[in-house]
């Protein structure tokens, strides 16, 4: 396998990694949302969600749940943004990296749209990872078990 294609294929997989590191940030976010919203309304209310009811979300999904908990509308933006790169990098991307319709022309043309795409995965996983420590900032009257 030639250099360029497999340099291609692990940025592939690398991209595809974070995205699932995303996914699992804002799962954490959802889920701990769900805690403090329960523990607040003190049983007042019943409110029947969980972190168990997101496992299995997508990140689609998620990202609308998590437009409901979080007032964060630049990075609201941002991530929806990744929404179709996630998507091309998950059919595409992969297909043409493992696959048999290799075309140096389109693993080229990629490659700098990979480089911007890792950074802005990054970048956002970040402040996801920040959101989630504000929510933990809320969450220290709920008992060290429930949080």
Known sequence: MDDTRERYRSTTLRILGNFQLLEFCLKVYVGL???IISHSLN???????SA???ETFALERLLSVFAKLNADIALQKRLNK????RNHIAHESLLLAMGSNYDIGSVKEAEEKFFYLEDELADCIAL???????LKGLSTPLRREEA
């Open 82 to 85: 990744l929404r179709e790169d």
């Open 128 to 134: 996801i990872i920040e959101e989630t420590k504000t």
């Open 33 to 35: 949302s769900y805690k």
């Open 43 to 49: 049983g007042k209310l019943h409110f029947g969600y």
């Open 52 to 54: 168990s009811d997101v």
